[in-house]
C-alpha cells in the first residue's frame, strides 16, 4: 500500500461550484498534515496546514480522520485561479526527522468559465 | 526578499557530463532540502541537510552529492548524468522540517 495516495484526477468544476478531494495515509503514526498547491511548472507552495479539528481560510476547509486515516480539502465558491495541482503531505511531525515528509502525487483541479 | 534561489532554470546536459544546481537562501533556515519531480509522480527526496556542515540521503541519492559548507547555500553535484536524472529539481528550505519553502526549480533534461 502506497504511503499517501490521492486521486490524480482531473476534477473539473464549474466556476462558482464546490469541490472537495481527498487524500489517504497508511502510516496510522502520522503526525503532521498539509495541504500544498503547485501551478503548472511551477513549485509547491503551501496553501494550508491541516489540524485535529479542522481549519479554515476563507474559502478553503481542510478536515483530519484519523479513525479513516485521510484528509480532506474543501474549496468553495470555487475560482478560474484555484486551478492547480493540490499535493498532500504527511509526516511524522514532531520534530522526528528532517527527512519525515510525504508527497502526495497530487490532484489536478480544473475550475472551467 | 528573495526567499530560495535556484539556478540554472533550464539545463541541458550530454549523458556523461556534469554539473552543479545551485540553492540559497536569505531566510536563515536551518533545514534544506533537494527534491526531484518526474511528470505524474510525487516529490523524491534526493539529500538533505539539517545545518551547515550537515548532510544525509534522502530516498533516491544515487548518482548525485551535496554539500553545505554554508546556512544559506546547498548545492546539488550531478556526476556522469544519466538519462534517468531528466526530472525538475526543487531545492526547498524549511525552519522546522514541517512546512517547506521551495524554489522556483530546475528543468534539466540528460540526452
Known amino acids: 500500500r502506497k504511503e499517501v495516495e490521492q486521486d490524480p484526477g482531473p476534477f473539473n468544476v464549474p466556476e462558482g461550484a464546490t469541490v472537495a478531494f481527498n487524500c489517504t495515509y497508511s502510516?496510522?503514526?502520522?503526525?503532521?498534515f498539509f495541504w500544498y498547491r503547485q501551478d503548472c511548472r511551477k513549485e509547491p507552495k503551501l496553501l494550508m496546514s491541516v489540524y485535529s479539528s479542522g481549519n479554515e481560510d476563507g474559502r478553503f476547509t481542510a478536515q483530519l480522520n484519523r479513525a479513516s486515516q485521510y484528509i480532506s480539502l474543501l474549496i468553495r465558491d470555487s475560482k478560474l485561479s484555484d486551478s492547480a495541482t493540490y499535493l498532500c503531505v504527511v509526516t511524522m511531525g514532531g520534530g522526528g526527522g528532517a527527512d519525515g515528509l510525504t508527497f502526495g502525487k497530487g490532484t489536478h483541479l480544473i475550475i472551467q468559465p | 526578499n528573495a526567499g530560495v534561489t535556484q539556478t540554472p532554470k533550464f539545463r541541458i546536459l550530454k549523458i556523461g557530463q556534469s554539473m552543479t544546481l545551485q540553492c540559497a537562501q536569505d531566510m536563515n533556515h536551518n533545514y534544506m532540502y533537494w527534491y526531484r519531480q518526474d511528470p505524474g509522480m510525487g516529490l523524491k527526496l534526493i539529500y538533505y541537510s539539517v545545518g551547515a556542515g550537515i548532510t544525509d540521503k534522502g530516498e533516491v541519492p544515487n548518482g548525485y552529492n551535496v554539500s553545505r559548507s554554508t546556512t544559506e547555500d546547498f548545492p546539488l553535484r550531478l556526476e556522469l548524468a544519466a538519462p534517468s536524472q531528466t526530472s525538475v529539481y526543487f531545492c526547498?528550505?524549511?525552519?522546522?522540517?514541517?512546512?517547506?519553502?521551495f524554489g522556483s526549480g530546475t528543468q534539466l533534461s540528460v540526452l
Open positions: 502510516n496510522s503514526a502520522s503526525q503532521s
Open positions: 526547498a528550505s524549511s525552519p522546522d522540517t514541517l512546512k517547506l519553502f
